[in-house]
């Protein structure tokens, strides 16, 4: 049976990218491992921001689009989990986050794990999150300016909100072959108490591999801007996989992308019924196909079929602040 292997990658919006460069690498400690463009607009730009080598499951990357600040609402992405070691992460991040004048809760148990919840700038919403140790291996950043031992160990969970649940939960069980843990109040997440909160788990056990459903009947729906997620992408390991879920997601008959190629991974989209938007993503070839891994993300690079069109798409960029762990 085919089975997604966690989180591989969650892509949001940032219409203040230099302030985000800055608070990806200066505050979260995560390096920049690929600057580079949409490749559907190539006006924006694609910054994906990851452990040191860009392992699958610790991406976490944005769209630079000049646009309103998202409307929260439902059949939207709401919380994005950062995994830390354990509690004692959790208080040197409180301490760490004051420090750089970024509001933080106290420590809290969002679903039996230690949780630390924030926002960014432009109001994206943030959970660090204790997971013990479990989860895919990722590689500590040598040049962050956050401690190995706290250092963001990747994705997990992430929570969508919906209006209803069966028509979603139809496509999580049936066609993407997750299991359902449990459905608890939301008294012990940010959603707060009367909200019903499912649980859902891919292959593996760990934050890294739940994805978290709040029913919210009663919401508006969310007007998509900057601080929100865009969409989010599940990891299939290998190219075999990924031809048998293109396979799998044509015979059920779901609307779907077809395979598309981004050079650095292979991708499916396509909507769950409540409107937001899914990826499943390969893990390879990884973001050190076209460029060496000590100077990942330090110069904009594209993919073959954009590299006839560099000097247009680099004129219309916008300079971007230097990375704060080159700076002298």
């Known amino acids: 049976m085919l089975e997604l292997k966690g989180f591989h990658h969650l892509t949001a919006v940032s219409a203040d990218i230099g302030a985000n460069l800055e608070f990806c690498t200066g505050v979260l400690g995560l390096r920049l491992v690929k600057r580079s463009v949409n490749q559907d607009d190539t006006s924006a730009y694609h910054l994906f921001y990851a452990d040191e080598v860009g392992s699958p499951g610790t991406d976490l990357t944005f769209f630079d689009w000049p646009v ?176 048998g879920w293109a396979d799998r997601l044509r015979r059920l008959g779901v609307p779907n992308s077809g395979p598309v190629d981004r050079y650095y991974f292979r991708s499916l989209y396509f909507r769950e019924p409540g409107g937001i938007l899914f990826e499943i993503a390969t893990d390879g070839p990884g973001f050190h196909v076209d460029e060496p891994l000590d100077t990942l993300g330090e110069s904009v690079v594209l993919p073959p079929f954009l590299e006839p069109r560099r000097s247009d798409i680099e004129a219309r960029l916008k300079p971007l602040p230097p990375l704060p762990y080159l700076e002298e």
């Open 68 to 243: 309103d600040r998202e409307a929260r609402g439902t059949r939207s992405i709401v919380r994005t989990g950062l995994r830390v070691e354990d509690k004692a992460s959790l208080e040197w991040w409180r301490g760490w986050l004051e420090s750089h004048q970024v509001s933080a809760g106290p420590i809290t148990h969002w679903h039996d794990r230690p949780a630390l919840h924030f926002e960014d700038g432009e109001g994206q919403r943030l959970s660090l999150v204790a997971d013990g140790g479990t989860g895919p291996e990722h590689r500590p950043f040598p040049d962050s300016p956050v401690p190995a031992e706290h250092q963001i160990r990747g994705l997990g969970p992430v929570v969508l909100s919906v209006p209803e649940l069966e028509p979603t939960e139809l496509i999580l069980l049936r066609v993407m072959n997750l299991e359902k843990l449990d459905e608890r109040d939301g008294a012990e997440s940010p959603a707060g108490s009367g909200t019903r909160v499912h649980r859902y788990l891919m292959d593996g056990e760990g934050p890294h591999a739940e994805l978290h459903v709040q029913v919210e009947p009663g919401l508006s729906p969310a007007r998509p801007g900057a601080g929100g997620v865009h969409h989010v992408a599940f990891r299939t390991p290998n190219e075999e996989e990924y031809r």
